[in-house]
């Protein structure tokens, strides 16, 4: 599931405009975040952006699937990732456009981050 090097390269060229990018391995592909919001992932060779319910319809609309996998048991779909669609990945407005939405939808779903907690209290 790991991308090319050049594909990889060249969706983070795309993606530039929306400010600092990191990457990190992610099941075996690569993890895109802004900040810390993970809003896409590339696997193999292709783009996924996150999606809720009020944006999947349009993923589904296009003729995109959602991030799938198979295991002993049949295939697993992720229904929070979706493929992003061709004319998306060439159209600069678009996919600025819905990489935003991407990370709102992201941000806004993000689970909280468990704090380690410390005990200050002092015993007598």
């Known amino acids: 599931m790991t991308p090319s090097a050049e594909y990889k390269e060249y969706v983070l060229e795309l993606l530039e405009s929306i400010g600092p990018l990191q990457t990190g391995r992610f099941f075996g592909g690569i993890g895109i975040s802004n900040g810390f919001i993970q809003f896409a992932m590339i696997m193999d060779n292709s783009l996924y952006f996150v999606v809720d319910d009020s944006t999947r319809h349009k993923y589904a609309q296009a ?62």
Do not use: C, H
């Open 63 to 124: 003729g995109m699937q959602p991030f799938s996998y198979l295991t002993k048991k049949g295939r697993v779909q992720v229904q929070r990732y979706f493929e992003l669609p061709e004319e998306v990945l060439t159209d600069p407005v678009l996919l600025q456009e819905w990489a935003r939405e991407a990370i709102r939808i992201a941000d806004s779903t993000q689970k909280p981050k468990r704090s380690v907690k410390s005990d200050n209290s002092v015993k007598p």
